[in-house]
Structure formats: structure tokens, C-alpha cells
């Protein structure tokens, strides 16, 4: 089979993968876009059908080209998707799909890029695979013998298939707070939390979350004593779903259960309840597994880097992780300035090499 040889090798081809993308059209080197989904929209196309963004259409836009405006004051998920696929034909990307990354391996003094599709040689990488591909599901005592229904936010799509049912959404962040929001209103819904869940001021969206990044941003950059506000990216934001739960009376959240039984729940007051689903809404983790093979994951798994540079594997660039990427690098706005530094120091250290 051809190999490939590039100067660049870009894996992933959502927010992170296009932002990288824009700035690399407007170099000289050779480089291409490897996309594991069927088409645009990378993990915006495994959303719930009802999921929308926390910030206006302008808040909410890749390098070079704004998101157009969108009916019902933020983006939906659909919205994103389309959005994804005209910046891609606007600027002409070479995005090669459906193309999965198994493995990349130090070959000589380039990266070997291993595919379901062929083989690439790169001359750098810059991995940016978020984190879609890894869900996280706690351990819980007795879970593989409970015989209701178990699936992961990654899955969830609408709440129809739950209704008439008791639900537990587990799970005290943004995507639990909307899920168990919508599953209310079609079943007896319990919200369980490892903590009582913090709820933003109503007037606190993505603007202000990101407004507040970059100050973050700004003051490390300075040397500057970081003065951060209440609040946070893991607190909820209150959507106008979660208001209207809040105002139906089911934003109540209860501590976590003990252990499963084969058809529910313990509660630590000892008292058993049935259960037909549970939806983990439990986050996920870093999509590195394409990475292994190099052996620089930490015991964090997270790589060790300069900037976005890998400290072990100086050809590697990982880009749009979330804060040990940089401030605010997993938004579609945030990820921007990372994306423009990535491609600015990359194309810097191939111009000096021989």
C-alpha cells in the first residue's frame, strides 16, 4: 500500500482540526487532514438531538469566518454541523475521511502515521482528537448484574425512549443538568450528583465563560495573581431548559446510590429502589489511544507539553484537550489562538530542520 509523506499530518477534523487547518492553508508545507466520522461535524454529529451551544452564533466561530446567525438565540447541534462542513468546502480543506489513526510510531527522524486507509510519513503531527472516543463510566458495585438499560451521554439522543420509566441521570455537570431536564418531562427522573450542583446568575453564558478564560489567559502570560470570579466551565450554566426545570421543580439533585442490584439502585440508608435506565452523564477522557505506541501518555493521560508541544516526542503537537492545552482550547472560539501558535512554531521548526 502507498505511503503517504507530508510535512504535516493533522488527526481530527472537529473545532481544534479546523482551526489548525486554516492557519496551515496559508503555509508552503504539505499537509493533510485525517477525519475518522463519515462527514463534517466530528463529536457535534454523536450529540443529543435537542443540544445547543451556551453562546451566540459570534461566540461560537472558527479563524477567518463567523458562524452566521441562528434561530433561538444559540447554535444547535445541527447548526454546528453545517457550519463545520461550509468552513471546510470555504476554505478548500483536504480533510481525507472516513480515515481512522490506529497508531503513531517514531520511524527515523519522522512520524508514521497508521491508518484503516494507508499509511502516512510526517514530518510533525498535531494530534487533535478530543475526547469523544472516551467515555467514562464510574465503577459502581454490582453494575454488570443490573439488567435495566445503561448508556453514556455519548449515546443519549431524545428523551422518548425513556418515557413512562424511572431514570437515574448521574452526573452533576452541564450535560446531566440538560438531560435530566428534558427526561423529566417523560419520566419519573432522578438527578444523582457526587455534590450539590453549583447553578450560574441566569445572565451567565459562553461570552462570559470565555471573557473570563482569556483574562486567565492574559494574567499567566504576565506574571499577573489570577483574580477568578465564582463560577466556572463545571458549574451549570442555566439554559432556558434548565430554567424550565428549575421552575418545574426537578433540579433537586440526591447523593450517589451505594450499589446496583439486578433491577435498581441502594441508597446508603439502605433502602432499594427499581430502575429501568441509568444515563451516565460522567464526562470523558483524553481520545489518546492512537498515541500509545510512542509511550509519552502520563499516568494523568495526559502528554506532557511545552506550550502544545509534546516534551517527549518533539515532532508531536496536541491541540484542543482542554487547560493543559491551553486556556479555553476546547471551545470552537478558544481554540483558535492555539491552533494559529501550533501552526506558527510547526512551521518555524521545519523551515531550520535540514
Same mark, same amino acid.
Request: hydrophobic share 40%; charged share 20%.
Given at each position: 500500500?502507498?505511503?503517504?509523506?507530508?510535512?504535516?499530518?493533522?488527526?481530527?477534523?472537529?473545532?481544534?482540526?479546523?482551526?489548525?487547518?486554516?492557519?496551515?492553508?496559508?503555509?508552503?508545507?504539505?499537509?493533510?487532514?485525517?477525519?475518522?466520522?463519515?462527514?463534517?461535524?466530528?463529536?457535534?454529529?454523536?450529540?443529543?438531538?435537542?443540544?445547543?451551544?451556551?453562546?451566540?452564533?459570534?461566540?461560537?466561530?472558527?479563524?477567518?469566518?463567523?458562524?452566521?446567525?441562528?434561530?433561538?438565540?444559540?447554535?444547535?447541534?445541527?447548526?454546528?454541523?453545517?457550519?463545520?462542513?461550509?468552513?471546510?468546502?470555504?476554505?478548500?480543506?483536504?480533510?481525507?475521511?472516513?480515515?481512522?489513526?490506529?497508531?503513531?510510531?517514531?520511524?527515523?527522524?519522522?512520524?508514521?502515521?497508521?491508518?484503516?486507509?494507508?499509511?502516512?510519513?510526517?514530518?510533525?503531527?498535531?494530534?487533535?482528537?478530543?475526547?469523544?472516543?472516551?467515555?467514562?463510566?464510574?465503577?459502581?458495585?454490582?453494575?454488570?448484574? $443490573?439488567?435495566? +438499560?445503561?448508556? #453514556?451521554? @455519548?449515546?443519549?439522543?431524545?428523551? =422518548? !425512549?425513556?418515557?413512562?420509566?424511572? %431514570?437515574?441521570?448521574?452526573?452533576?455537570?452541564?450535560?446531566?443538568?440538560?438531560?435530566?431536564?428534558?427526561?423529566?418531562?417523560?419520566?419519573?427522573?432522578?438527578?444523582?450528583?457526587?455534590?450539590?450542583?453549583?447553578?450560574?446568575?441566569?445572565?451567565?453564558?459562553?461570552?462570559?465563560?470565555?471573557?473570563?478564560?482569556?483574562?486567565?489567559?492574559?494574567?499567566?502570560?504576565?506574571?499577573?495573581?489570577?483574580?477568578?470570579?465564582?463560577?466556572?466551565?463545571?458549574?451549570?450554566?442555566?439554559?432556558?431548559?434548565?430554567?424550565?426545570?428549575?421552575?418545574?421543580?426537578?433540579?433537586?439533585?440526591?447523593?450517589?446510590?451505594?450499589?446496583?442490584?439486578?433491577?435498581?439502585?441502594?441508597?446508603?440508608?439502605?433502602?432499594?429502589?427499581?430502575?429501568?435506565?441509568?444515563?451516565?452523564?460522567?464526562? $470523558?477522557?483524553? +481520545?489518546?489511544? #492512537?498515541? @500509545?505506541?510512542?509511550?509519552?501518555? =502520563? !499516568?494523568?493521560?495526559?502528554?506532557? %507539553?511545552?506550550?502544545?508541544?509534546?516534551?517527549?516526542?518533539?515532532?508531536?503537537?496536541?491541540?484542543?484537550?482542554?487547560?493543559?492545552?491551553?486556556?479555553?482550547?476546547?471551545?470552537?472560539?478558544?481554540?483558535?489562538?492555539?491552533?494559529?501558535?501550533?501552526?506558527?512554531?510547526?512551521?518555524?521548526?521545519?523551515?531550520?530542520?535540514?
Amino acid at each position: 500500500m502507498t505511503v503517504q509523506a507530508l510535512d504535516v499530518v493533522v488527526v481530527g477534523a472537529g473545532q481544534a482540526g479546523l482551526a489548525a487547518g486554516y492557519y496551515l492553508r496559508r503555509t508552503a508545507l504539505r499537509w493533510a487532514i485525517l477525519d475518522a466520522e463519515a462527514g463534517p461535524g466530528a463529536s457535534w454529529r454523536h450529540g443529543w438531538d435537542s443540544l445547543r451551544l451556551f453562546s451566540p452564533a459570534q461566540w461560537s466561530s472558527l479563524p477567518g469566518w463567523s458562524m452566521p446567525p441562528s434561530s433561538g438565540g444559540t447554535p444547535t447541534r445541527d447548526d454546528v454541523i453545517g457550519y463545520f462542513a461550509a468552513y471546510e468546502q470555504r476554505y478548500q480543506l483536504p480533510v481525507h475521511r472516513p480515515v481512522r489513526v490506529t497508531a503513531v510510531r517514531r520511524t527515523g527522524e519522522q512520524l508514521q502515521v497508521e491508518t484503516d486507509n494507508g499509511d502516512y510519513l510526517a514530518r510533525s503531527v498535531i494530534s487533535a482528537t478530543g475526547t469523544l472516543g472516551k467515555p467514562i463510566i464510574p465503577a459502581y458495585p454490582g453494575r454488570e448484574q $443490573f439488567c435495566g +438499560a445503561q448508556l #453514556h451521554s @455519548a449515546a443519549y439522543r431524545s428523551p =422518548e !425512549p425513556f418515557r413512562n420509566q424511572v %431514570v437515574l441521570v448521574v452526573g452533576g455537570g452541564n450535560s446531566g443538568a440538560q438531560i435530566l431536564a428534558e427526561v423529566s418531562q417523560v419520566a419519573e427522573a432522578f438527578w444523582v450528583t457526587l455534590k450539590e450542583p453549583r447553578f450560574l446568575p441566569n445572565d451567565v453564558d459562553g461570552r462570559v465563560l470565555f471573557q473570563r478564560a482569556t483574562e486567565r489567559f492574559l494574567a499567566r502570560q504576565a506574571g499577573r495573581p489570577i483574580d477568578e470570579p465564582a463560577g466556572g466551565l463545571g458549574d451549570i450554566v442555566m439554559m432556558p431548559s434548565v430554567r424550565e426545570a428549575r421552575d418545574r421543580g426537578v433540579l433537586d439533585s440526591v447523593r450517589p446510590f451505594v450499589r446496583f442490584t439486578e433491577t435498581g439502585v441502594v441508597w446508603p440508608e439502605g433502602n432499594e429502589m427499581r430502575v429501568d435506565t441509568v444515563i451516565w452523564c460522567t464526562g $470523558f477522557g483524553y +481520545a489518546l489511544d #492512537h498515541l @500509545a505506541p510512542l509511550g509519552i501518555i =502520563e !499516568p494523568d493521560c495526559t502528554v506532557a %507539553v511545552q506550550g502544545t508541544r509534546a516534551v517527549r516526542e518533539p515532532r508531536l503537537w496536541l491541540l484542543g484537550y482542554g487547560e493543559w492545552t491551553g486556556e479555553a482550547s476546547a471551545t470552537i472560539l478558544g481554540v483558535g489562538r492555539y491552533a494559529r501558535s501550533t501552526v506558527a512554531e510547526i512551521a518555524e521548526v521545519l523551515r531550520t530542520e535540514p
